[in-house]
């Protein structure tokens, strides 16, 4: 029996890849010139197609499975599903068919709100208000779980690692990231894909509306997916990939009073940039979440960096709140920004917890 030799799996992480399905449009192309200009996605809503309490929302504009996907197999899938499968399609199209070439070593990590809102609730009436109670269409079901979103999407593509599904919250990007990285340093694949996905609905505008708290004044939602290719920068450089960024640390705190989420997020940003052994004056971007905890997290960055003058890159403003894929949308728009430096992309949840990830921009 010949030895294996050990794998060294200590090292760096890098992005070596990312694609993005937004308001902006389909690919990361349209993500970055859209964010790096500032530019507004948000449209005012047609109130008999989205009779929701939003008179404006950042949509991928023109989207539907069939029209990104095809018409076979895409009858009955939802849009958040159809959104992953799309982003997840763009990145390994841009990679080429080396990326899978060992498809039980990739790893798909998929972060998610609550799956596709519309569907469980589309669902659940069918079964309540059907010919009788039981009486639904089987085919629709797969919609209404949470994993499903991450599940077709590697049947879809044909990726046999670890298949995982994430849902934190507004730290749902940032908790996938996290995963992935200990998906890798334990052996479990070779390489991770990761990112999460949200869709639009008039369902999820209405659990989005009654759960804000603070003065009650709701910003946009928006909705979207990104996906990003994780992988050592050895492996990146063999397969023709450039680093995009190094993952130097991710973190995590929890809080219990509102009051003590500023605290919260200095700490857990001082923790941070010491993990990833970088000072505070070397952050050169800050892609905060934003939203009902602005104020908090704001100030929280700010006692952590003592004093730093970084520029902040606020994407929630241009295509509205994107709830479970706003940290992904974050981390894309630092990658979108490059340059070189330090970049740090921070979340606060309301159901209290904060994170954030320290990121090594290529030049």
């Not at 990312?18 to 970055?32: C, K």
């Not at 500032?38 to 929302?57: C, F, V």
């Not at 505008?205 to 290719?229: I, M, N, Q, Y």
Request: some cysteine.
């Amino acid at each position: 029996m010949t030895a294996t030799t050990p794998v060294d799996r200590t090292g760096r992480l890098v992005f070596s890849a990312w694609s993005a399905v937004s308001p902006y449009g389909i690919g990361g192309d349209a993500f970055a010139a859209g964010v790096v200009a500032g530019r507004d996605a948000t449209t005012e809503l047609d109130q008999e197609t989205y009779p929701g309490p939003y008179p404006r929302a950042g949509l991928v504009p023109e989207f539907t499975a069939a029209g990104a996907l095809g018409r076979k197999g895409t009858r009955t899938m939802d849009r958040v599903t159809a959104i992953a499968v799309s982003a997840v399609g763009q990145l390994i199209d841009d990679c080429g068919p080396e990326l899978l070439a060992e498809p039980d070593r990739v790893g798909l990590v998929l972060g998610t709100g609550s799956g596709s809102v519309q569907s469980i609730m589309d669902f659940t009436k069918d079964s309540l208000t059907g010919a009788k109670p039981y009486h639904v269409d089987p085919a629709l079901f797969p919609n209404t779980v949470m994993n499903r979103a991450a599940g077709q999407s590697a049947i879809w593509h044909g990726i046999k690692g670890p298949n995982t599904t994430i849902a934190g919250g507004a730290l749902t990007g940032l908790l996938a990231l996290s995963y992935a990285m200990r998906l890798y340093r334990g052996g479990h694949c070779d390489r991770a894909l990761l990112g999460a996905a949200e869709e639009y609905s008039v369902q999820r505008a209405w659990l989005e509306w009654h759960g804000r708290t603070g003065d009650g004044v709701a910003p946009s939602l928006g909705e979207g997916g990104a996906v990003f290719l994780l992988e050592p920068k050895s492996d990146a450089e063999t397969a023709g990939r450039t680093a995009l960024a190094a993952v130097l640390a991710t973190r995590f705190r929890a809080f219990g009073e509102t009051v003590d989420a500023r605290k919260a997020v200095g700490d857990c940003v001082r923790a941070a940039l010491a993990q990833a052994g970088v000072s505070a004056a070397d952050v050169r971007l800050v892609a905060p979440a934003g939203g009902e905890f602005e104020t908090a997290e704001d100030a929280g960055v700010a006692d952590a960096l003592d004093g730093g003058t970084p520029e902040f890159v606020r994407c929630g403003q241009l295509f509205g709140d994107t709830s479970a894929a706003g940290a992904s949308f974050q981390l894309a728009a630092v990658l979108a920004k490059g340059g070189g430096g330090i970049a740090l992309v921070t979340g606060v949840d309301r159901d209290g917890t904060v994170g954030c990830a320290v990121l090594e921009l290529a030049g």
